[in-house]
C-alpha cells in the first residue's frame, strides 16, 4: 500500500531537522529484550536516513530498551517506512523501536514516560501496524471500525481485543498522545487489500487505518 503511506507521511512533510520515533511489531520475535533499537544508518532511494544515537543512547541507559541490530536485517515494519520518512521528511533522524507481543503494561509505561522526557519538542510519533489481517473484506471492515473507535476514545481496555499485528505497539503510541493532549485522531484512509486490488474474492485480506493525532 505505497500510496497509503506516501499520502499519510506527506500529510506532516517538513524540511526542519526533528526526531521520528517509529513503533513497528517485532514481526520474528527475534533479538534481545522486549523493545529493541538500532544506531545504524539506513540506505533509501532518496539518500541516507540516520538514527538519532544520542536518543537511542538515553533510550538505553535509562533502562528502557536494548540495541540489537540484528532483527533489523529483516524487520519489515522499519525498512519499508524508512524511504517514505527520507522523502518527505528529508533532515529528520530516526528511533527504530520494534515490540514484543510479550511486552509488559509496567515495561510499556516506562518506555512511553521515558520517551516523553527526554525527547523534546521536535519529535513525530509514527506508528508501522498493519491492522485486520486474513479475513474477507467484510470481516476486515467490521473489524477495523471497532479498531478506529478504540483509537478516537483511547479505549485502553478495548484495545487488548483488536485484530492488529502490535497491540503493545499501538498502545505506545496512543499513550504517547496522551502524554501530548493530542486527544482527537483525524482518519485519513481506511481499506484492504482486496479494495486496493478490486478483487472481492481474496479470503484473507490485510486492512489498513491511516491517520493522525
Same mark, same amino acid.
Given at each position: ?45 532518496? %539518500? =541516507? /536516513? @540516520?538514527? *538519532?544515537?544520542?536518543?537511542?543512547? !538515553?533510550?538505553?541507559?535509562? %533502562? =528502557? /530498551? @536494548?540495541? *540489537?541490530?540484528?532483527?533489523?536485517? !529483516? ?139
Amino acid at each position: 500500500a505505497p500510496k497509503l503511506i506516501a499520502g499519510t507521511i506527506n500529510t506532516i512533510a517538513t524540511t526542519s531537522a526533528i526526531t521520528v520515533v517509529l513503533i513497528s511489531p517485532n514481526h520474528f520475535s527475534v533479538g534481545r529484550g522486549q523493545i529493541i533499537s538500532s544506531l545504524y544508518k539506513w540506505d533509501t532511494p532518496y %539518500g =541516507v /536516513l @540516520n538514527s *538519532d544515537c544520542r536518543v537511542i543512547s !538515553k533510550l538505553a541507559e535509562q %533502562g =528502557v /530498551l @536494548n540495541i *540489537d541490530e540484528y532483527p533489523f536485517k !529483516k524487520e519489515h515494519g522499519i525498512s519499508t517506512i524508512a524511504p517514505f520518512i527520507k522523502k518527505s521528511l528529508p533532515n529528520s533522524r530516526i528511533v527504530p523501536i520494534i515490540v514484543k507481543d510479550t511486552l509488559s503494561e509496567n515495561d510499556l509505561n516506562k518506555f512511553v514516560d521515558t520517551l516523553y522526557a527526554i525527547s523534546g519538542n521536535d519529535i513525530l510519533v509514527i506508528g508501522s501496524f498493519d491492522f485486520s489481517h486474513y479475513l474477507p473484506d467484510n470481516a476486515a471492515q467490521f473489524h477495523d471500525q471497532k479498531s478506529i473507535s478504540v483509537i478516537k476514545n483511547f479505549d485502553y481496555q478495548g484495545i487488548k481485543a483488536l485484530d492488529i499485528d502490535s497491540i503493545p505497539g499501538l498502545e505506545m503510541v496512543m499513550r504517547y498522545m496522551e502524554h501530548e493532549g493530542a486527544l482527537s485522531f483525524n482518519l485519513l484512509a481506511n481499506t484492504n487489500s482486496a479494495q486496493i486490488l478490486h478483487d472481492p474474492t481474496i479470503e484473507e485480506t490485510t486492512s489498513y487505518v491511516d491517520g493522525s493525532f
